[in-house]
């Protein structure tokens, strides 16, 4: 220790160092609203896309029908992977819901997926 220096000093001094950085992150930790998602040509029609960083899965069920939902499974939190054969799939516990509306497809989740507020511009998605 540094003359003059106590323990609890050196101790408070350490914890800051270590919050500041991570108070320095700020920002949307959910990541869940006000982002570009990209193009309306990214998500096909009957399919959809998964925007793990942004926790979000928009889906195209018919063409020109664009509906988001949150990407965290209701079963046990786990991100769900992939769109495919209509439904979003969770690769945890082999849950699947429906790209229309989020609801639950195949067990062993219960709850459908919460629907997020999207906002199509002309070729942009933009969660609101």
């Known amino acids: 220790m540094a003359e003059g220096a106590t323990r609890r000093t050196v101790l408070a001094t350490g914890a800051a160092?270590?919050?500041?950085?991570?108070?320095?992150?700020g920002g949307n930790a959910g990541g869940t609203s006000g982002g570009d998602l990209g193009s309306t040509s990214?998500?096909?029609e009957g399919g959809g896309k998964v925007f793990t960083d942004q926790k979000v899965v928009?889906?195209?069920p018919e063409k020109g029908d664009f509906k988001a939902f949150s990407a965290i499974c209701t079963h046990q939190g786990c991100t769900v992977n992939r769109?495919?054969?209509g439904t979003i799939d969770c690769p945890c516990h082999g849950s699947r819901f429906h790209i229309a509306d989020g609801s639950v497809a195949h067990g062993p989740a219960t709850r459908p997926l919460p629907a997020k507020?999207?906002?199509v511009q002309g070729n942009s998605i933009k969660l609101t």
């Open 42 to 44: 990214d998500i096909p």
């Open 117 to 119: 507020s999207i906002k």
């Open 83 to 85: 769109v495919a054969n």
């Open 17 to 25: 160092a270590v919050v500041a950085p991570v108070a320095a992150c």
């Open 58 to 60: 928009v889906t195209q």
